[in-house]
């Protein structure tokens, strides 16, 4: 069994009555980060433990002898402190780990068919120690450890950061289940995404793809990987929208009773902060439409027109290899392209904000080496009497 900790001022009642009657408890530590709290009161004194947190638990036992519940002696204080601290199965109270804030979260995107490998894949990479860490006791040095500690590690820098927002998402979980939880400063300081050097360069050129390259691509999909595989890529291709959103598409969202001017009832993303669920209508082209309907009809209304796709990154490489296209493009070049050939189009950015689930802010940070052909609306605006002012100019010199 393991001793318990010596305190001379707590340890019977005889010591607790000297002490001054004060709002302010007296502290012992009895673990890291853990104190068992005595506050002296002008009656019995009570006993509560303190771990990031301060939660009062018995009185103590100056006046009557402890019971081991309602009333308890400094050794059996320890003891209740450390468990409601550490917690059990049985503890309601028991603060929450980082391991379960992980498992929750986990929980948390399976229920709203979000992509539970987000929660998986960070696990992989915590190592115990902070796995077992209270969630409230939680440092933004230590976190900052973890997540640079994995670039150290030979991580790329996007992985790390891709990781680091998975265990954000799961930190800020908890702490709004759990009111105790108030070191959120901790993990939005020290999970911001990282930047490579030279991160604020323009995108790079081939963040465009023109259209008869990405046509070539849906169709040597659909060769080397299959029809699964080649639909989900036309569809990220024409929408420009996200894996997870074109995931989520079921039958009942294809909108083909015009032919000639066939939709798709795309779901939001859940990126932001307590965004509600909601469906814009994207416009697809004909052969799309004809396409997903035959899925829809096969596949039936209660599933998925797409069940998720592993290695998508590796499996679409084989496809750019095969065309002698630059390996390091990933499917997320097929929603940049699609902004861009809108841009490029004379769309408004409202409505192709609209379309891709963005912001006309995001688009402007994202793509503003693109958005030079729309300049040209502003020559209609320039001094068109320049000859004028030349021949003048001209007068002068003479």
């Not at 992989?124 to 796995?131: A, G, M, S």
């Not at 800020?172 to 400063?185: F, Q, V």
């Not at 496809?319 to 929603?335: A, I």
Request: with cysteine.
């Amino acid at each position: 069994m393991a001793r318990s900790i010596y305190s001379d001022k707590l340890r019977n009642r005889s010591n607790r009555l000297k002490l001054a009657i004060r709002k302010k408890p007296y502290k012992a530590l009895i673990a890291p980060g853990i104190f068992l709290c005595y506050r002296r009161n002008a009656g019995p004194g009570t006993w509560s433990v303190e771990a990031g947190w301060l939660k009062r638990f018995a009185l103590a036992d100056d006046f009557e002898d402890a019971n081991g519940k309602s009333v308890q002696s400094f050794f059996q204080a320890q003891a209740t402190a450390l468990k409601m601290a550490r917690g059990s199965e049985a503890d309601g109270d028991k603060p929450v780990t980082v391991a379960e804030a992980l498992d929750a979260y986990q929980t948390d995107l399976e229920a709203r068919s979000g992509a539970k490998h987000n929660a998986i894949s960070v696990r992989n990479h915590v190592l115990p120690p902070l796995l077992d860490k209270v969630v409230m006791l939680l440092t933004e040095t230590e976190l900052a450890a973890w997540r640079n500690g994995l670039v150290a590690a030979g991580l790329k820098l996007s992985s790390a950061n891709r990781y680091g927002k998975s265990l954000k998402a799961a930190l800020a979980l908890a702490a709004k289940r759990d009111k105790r939880i108030t070191n959120s400063a901790a993990w939005k300081n020290a999970l911001k995404p990282m930047k490579a050097k030279g991160s604020n360069l323009p995108p790079r050129e081939n963040y465009y793809l023109p259209d008869a390259t990405i046509r070539a691509i849906v169709r040597e999909c659909y060769v080397v990987e299959g029809n699964d595989f080649g639909a989900l890529i036309q569809v990220l291709a024409e929408t420009g929208t996200r894996e997870s959103q074109a995931l989520k598409l079921r039958a009942i969202d294809l909108r083909d009773e015009d032919a000639s001017a066939p939709r798709l009832m795309l779901w939001t993303s859940r990126k932001g902060r307590d965004r509600d669920d909601e469906q814009r209508s994207v416009p697809i082209t004909p052969a799309l439409a004809k396409l997903l309907r035959t899925r829809a009809n096969a596949r039936g209304a209660s599933r998925p027109l797409f069940d998720k796709i592993w290695s998508m990154s590796a499996r679409f490489r084989v496809v750019l290899e095969r065309l002698k296209l630059d390996t390091t493009l990933t499917p997320y070049t097929l929603r940049h392209s699609s902004v861009i050939r809108q841009i490029f189009a004379n769309v408004p950015l409202r409505l192709i904000a609209h379309a891709h689930d963005t912001s006309v802010v995001e688009i402007e940070k994202t793509y503003a080496r693109y958005l030079n052909p729309g300049t040209e609306l502003i020559r209609a605006g320039l001094l068109t009497d320049t000859a004028a002012v030349e021949n003048a100019g001209a007068m002068e010199a003479a």
